[in-house]
Nanobody, 126 residues
């Protein structure tokens, strides 16, 4: 596997989780990394992305102010810190990577990514 997502779990509303996306076999610093989520019976939707060359970050409106992205290139890892979690954040979270640089809006499209992690379940429930 070239991307491994981890860190999911069960958390109460208002709680926090930190997801990790770790790469192997890639020069990860050159890659843009996106996070997506998919709830049962729904499409996979964009959550956030960090672009490789300039580290430009963007978030979906639904998570702005609650989620934050960071990356540690020495560890080949991108982190998604999720705070103030809500039941509607419940989903399987996927990370994805692409070597190609795009304008910001393109990263919302899952089809542009070359590699995908296996997904990690996040459940927000009391």
């Amino acid at each position: 596997d070239q991307l491994q997502a981890s860190g999911g779990g069960l958390v109460q509303p208002g709680g926090s989780l930190r997801l990790s996306c770790t790469a192997s076999g890639l020069t990860f610093s050159a890659y843009s990394v996106g996070w997506f989520r998919q709830a049962p019976g729904k499409e996979r939707v964009f959550v956030a992305k960090i672009r490789g060359p300039d580290r430009h970050i963007s978030y979906a409106e639904s998570v702005k102010g609650r989620f934050s992205l960071s990356r540690d290139n020495a560890k080949n890892t991108v982190f998604l810190q999720m705070n103030s979690l809500k039941p509607e954040d419940t989903a399987v979270y996927y990370c994805a990577a692409t070597r190609t640089s795009y304008n910001t809006g393109s990263y919302y499209n899952p089809n542009i990514y070359d590699y995908w992690g296996q997904g990690t379940q996040v459940t927000v429930s009391s």
